[in-house]
T-cell receptor, first 113, second 113 residues
């Protein structure tokens, strides 16, 4: 079945460090890909998305590129801030199939000053 | 405008009792989803509504779980004869259309003692 695998956490970085959170997927069709973020004490929010190969999603300094050849959607940010501390979830949805989001297990990021 | 709301925010119940969890989606959103997040796990899909119909119930873990939606608005997730393994955060999401961006509520944390 469809699945998402993302790097295990937790990840701890210093402020202004470079961030990469790896995400790969398996899908029977052509999915749309998402990164969701859950800040402490808050609900899940969409961070960015990409709907076709080579699309780059970006928001708040975060970027991820839809790589069909490697079935990947890695999240990157050039300089993290303390306020980026959160749990990040990679997810896919299969257009034309079931409308559910399939999530990875989440990666907890802590950024220290 | 108002986002997705869920109630209660926290529920502690004894094993064997029934519980009802409520979701109020964003007004006008036709699609509604229930997910479950167990400790240390990703989000698991439970059920999807389009209007008041549930075309995909494939994620409901057992016949103790049921859900309904009325007036193309409020949805209730009912868990009968709760078990300790039902302890989790139950998240509701809504979207304006199928496979559109899903907006999540803050969740209901259910603890079965």
């Amino acid at each position: 079945g469809d699945s998402v695998t993302q790097m295990e956490g937790p990840v701890t970085l210093s402020e202004e460090a470079f961030l990469t959170i790896n995400c790969t997927y398996t899908a029977t069709g052509y999915p749309s890909l998402f990164w969701y973020v859950q800040y402490p004490g808050e609900g899940l929010q969409l961070l960015l998305k990409a709907t076709k190969a080579d699309d780059k999603g970006s928001n708040k300094g975060f970027e991820a590129t839809y790589r069909k050849e490697t079935t990947s959607f890695h999240l990157e940010k050039g300089s993290v801030q303390v306020s980026d501390s959160a749990v990040y979830f990679c997810a896919l949805i299969l257009l034309g199939g079931s409308e559910k989001l399939v999530f990875g297990k989440g990666t907890k990021l802590t950024v220290n000053p | 405008g108002a986002g997705v709301s869920q109630s209660p925010s926290n529920k502690v119940t004894e094993k064997g009792k029934d519980v009802e969890l409520r979701c109020d989606p964003i007004s006008g959103h036709t699609a509604l989803y229930w997910y479950r997040q167990r400790l240390g796990q990703g989000l698991e899909f439970l059920i999807y509504f389009q209007g008041n119909s549930a075309p995909d119930k494939s994620g409901l873990p057992s016949d103790r779980f049921s859900a309904e939606r009325t007036g193309e608005s409020v949805s209730t997730l009912t868990i009968q004869r709760t078990q300790q393994e039902d302890s989790a955060v139950y998240l509701c999401a809504s979207s304006l259309e199928d496979a559109g961006e899903q907006y999540f509520g803050p969740g209901t944390r259910l603890t079965v003692t």
